[in-house]
């Protein structure tokens, strides 16, 4: 057995990481007012030190201050979220994915998503990040050869690496009292996403958007999130429907 210790500075640090990612929230309720280049361009470095295959960097971000297409963002979004929840899914549904919220907020929780209203931050936010993927190359060359060879199933990988980036760049919003929000509410269907990569110039068809980061100054702390599912209930051991149980667990 080994006897590897984490020294205790280390741990000092995984604490506070671990508070980070745990205090994280999706914070949609954000002041109008701008947000300081500095930060931006702070969350947009973060978003930057994710790791990509041969370290390849699949993303571009486009930073949309813009108040005209701002409001033609949200309202693809709010469209969106009234059809998927105010048409496609009963009210019950909506009520158990609110379960964790105290039943005076699950009413009005659902009313802001049958409403489509969840998702007027997307235009009232003062920045939202869009986040684009060269979804052509799976390695750093432009012909690389395990593009040609291995070919599709490689084609999620810029996908995976924009979402490390959103993930950087969440964090690094959340560490810095921002209010952010992954979403992709705004591109639910194709014509959506073409619509806004006109708008945007994204060049077509082989940038994709993979998801935008709404980012602003929060209106109000948000502590409560829907709770997350324990890993012995998610992980396996050596092979799917083994349950991992761990033998020893960090009290923190
Ligand atoms: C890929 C992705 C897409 C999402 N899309 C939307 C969206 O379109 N609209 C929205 O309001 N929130 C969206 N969210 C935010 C999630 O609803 C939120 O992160 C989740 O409920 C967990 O809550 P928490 O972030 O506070 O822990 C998205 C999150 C991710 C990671």
Same mark, same amino acid.
């Given at each position: 057995?080994?006897?590897?210790?984490?020294?205790?500075?280390?741990?000092?640090?995984?604490?506070?990481?671990?508070?980070?990612?745990?205090?994280?929230?999706?914070?949609?309720?954000?002041?109008?007012?701008?947000?300081?280049?500095?930060?931006?361009?702070?969350?947009? !470095?973060?978003?930057?030190?994710?790791?990509?295959?041969?370290?390849?960097?699949?993303?571009?971000?486009?930073?949309?201050?813009?108040?005209?297409?701002?409001?033609?963002?949200?309202?693809?979004?709010?469209?969106?979220?009234?059809?998927?929840?105010?048409?496609?899914?009963?009210?019950?549904?909506?009520?158990?994915?609110?379960?964790?919220?105290?039943?005076?907020?699950?009413?009005?929780?659902?009313?802001?998503?049958?409403?489509?209203?969840?998702?007027?931050?997307?235009?009232?936010?003062?920045?939202?990040?869009?986040?684009?993927?060269?979804?052509?190359? /799976?390695?750093?060359?432009?012909?690389?050869?395990?593009?040609?060879?291995?070919?599709?199933?490689?084609?999620?990988?810029?996908?995976?690496?924009?979402?490390? /980036?959103?993930?950087?760049?969440?964090?690094?919003?959340?560490?810095?009292?921002?209010?952010?929000?992954?979403?992709?509410? !705004?591109?639910?269907?194709?014509?959506?996403?073409?619509?806004?990569? !006109?708008?945007?110039?994204?060049?077509?068809?082989?940038?994709?958007?993979? /998801?935008?980061?709404?980012?602003?100054?929060?209106?109000?702390?948000?502590?409560?999130?829907?709770?997350?599912?324990?890993?012995?209930?998610?992980?396996?051991?050596?092979?799917?429907?083994?349950?991992?149980?761990?033998?020893?667990?960090?009290?923190?």
């Amino acid at each position: 057995m080994s006897s590897w210790k984490i020294p205790d500075d280390k741990i000092e640090d995984a604490k506070l990481l671990f508070k980070n990612i745990k205090s994280r929230r999706a914070v949609r309720d954000v002041k109008k007012d701008p947000v300081p280049d500095e930060y931006i361009h702070k969350v947009l !470095e973060a978003a930057s030190h994710a790791p990509s295959p041969e370290n390849y960097e699949p993303w571009r971000f486009i930073i949309v201050r813009d108040k005209k297409k701002l409001k033609i963002m949200g309202e693809h979004a709010i469209k969106g979220c009234v059809t998927m929840f105010g048409t496609m899914l009963p009210r019950t549904e909506i009520n158990h994915r609110f379960g964790y919220m105290p039943s005076r907020a699950v009413a009005v929780s659902v009313n802001l998503m049958a409403s489509g209203w969840r998702m007027c931050y997307i235009r009232d936010a003062p920045v939202q990040i869009v986040v684009a993927v060269d979804s052509k190359r /799976a390695m750093a060359k432009d012909i690389s050869p395990i593009t040609v060879i291995s070919g599709a199933h490689l084609n999620h990988l810029p996908f995976v690496c924009s979402g490390l /980036a959103l993930m950087n760049a969440s964090l690094m919003a959340s560490a810095l009292g921002l209010g952010s929000c992954i979403h992709n509410f !705004e591109f639910q269907d194709p014509t959506d996403e073409r619509e806004i990569a !006109e708008m945007l110039n994204i060049p077509q068809p082989h940038w994709k958007i993979s /998801a935008t980061l709404s980012l602003g100054i929060p209106i109000r702390e948000r502590t409560l999130g829907p709770p997350r599912t324990k890993v012995e209930k998610l992980a396996f051991e050596d092979e799917w429907g083994k349950w991992y149980k761990p033998k020893n667990k960090l009290d923190w």
